[in-house]
């Protein structure tokens, strides 16, 4: 009986080796050995006769040979690959029908009526029981998948295996149903588990969408507000940007003048330095006239910080600049403000207003600043040629 049970083992290893397409990713020699562990093992807690043994091994072994030809009936393909070998092996007609029967009973859809039959169904199916069926089940998930059998989310997984569990599935042997019985249950629960958590993350992926698709129809301006919200950043950022340029002119000539001031005018009385005046008067008023045009780029305009409520009704003023509201009592501006957020034409219309003011703030600034740059630039030019032609002239 050894000898033809290792050349099965044998047989199946090669056939699978050479002919099991690499899709079978669970129907393969791992689940073929599971197979036989589990029906040795309900073997050992039956009492039946040598020859069932060894059909119910044998039939272990060669019960999914079938798929290295065909997915669907499978199973026939499986009694004629074992037939075939069984024959080419001299196994006995009694013991091939017995192995034949065998095989036959892992259908999907069989009642299995001897106790033979009930041993191979309920270990092809022991997997339900062991602590390594979530493993096996996404790797059956995945070959459905590649053979196109059907794809399943992970979510109808976890589904049709609680179908399978509580509406299809069953163990027939005593022992199976007294010892793997429990941990089949605890399988259950834990995809129960499994699904109620996927359950609350679809509710909350849902609650999102909704939310989203809600604020999207609720707050068609969105994009409207960001380019608001943008433009405006973008405006302090410029005005920002024209303040340091007329800080550094302020700075580079006051250190001119500094440098003047302290180190050339003095000397000027001299006789033998007369010929610097020109030039040094014509550096400094340059720097005078830069340091000007420096502080009226950043000289804040002064307002009434005054607004009626006329005003305020007939959208005449802008209520979102500080300087023309800062002297208004609060309640006043509050109403105001009020005015406006009531309004979504007005709020909208106030901050056109504010962006359209804060334009022209920027546009005066760097106004000056492109005549500030070029008085600097001017002086500077007409200073050097100032000194080089007092130089060449003494």
Known sequence: MNNLIEKADDFVLNLFKEKLPNTYIYHNYKHTQRVVKSTKELISKSEINVKQEEALLLAAWLHDTGYTRTFN?????????????????????????????????????SVPETISEKIIKDADSSHFAKDYFEETSELLRQELELHNIKNFTTAEWIQEN??????????????????????????????????????????KEEAKARMKARYKNDNPERSIQTLFRVTLRNHIKLSDIADTKANILLSVNAIIISLALANMIPKLDAASNKHLLIPTLILILFSVASIILSVLST??????????????????????????????????????????IKDKDYVYESLML?????????????????????????????????????????
């Not at 199973?75 to 009694?94: C, G, H, M, W, Y």
């Open 354 to 394: 504010d962006l359209h003011l804060l334009g022209k703030v920027l546009h005066k600034k760097y106004k000056i600043l492109r005549i500030t740059y070029t008085v600097f630039m001017i002086g500077i030019i007409i200073s050097v040629i100032a000194f080089v032609g007092a130089f060449y002239l003494m």
């Open 299 to 340: 000289r804040p305009q002064v307002t009434s910080g005054e607004f009626t409520k006329e005003q305020v009704k007939n959208r005449e003023v802008n209520l979102l600049f500080f300087g023309n509201s800062h002297k208004m009592p609060f309640e006043q501006f509050k109403w105001g403000m009020k005015e406006i």
């Open 162 to 203: 609680i179908r399978m569990f509580t509406e299809e599935h069953r163990f027939y042997t005593d022992y199976a149903i007294e010892e793997w019985g429990p941990a089949k249950e605890e399988n259950l629960l834990e995809l129960i588990e499994d699904k109620n958590k996927q359950q609350k993350k679809l509710k």
């Open 73 to 109: 009936g499978h199973e026939e393909e499986s009694v004629n690959i074992a037939r075939d070998f069984l024959k080419q092996n001299n196994a006995t007609p009694e013991l091939i029908e017995d192995v034949v029967k065998n095989i036959k009973a892992t259908k999907f859809d």
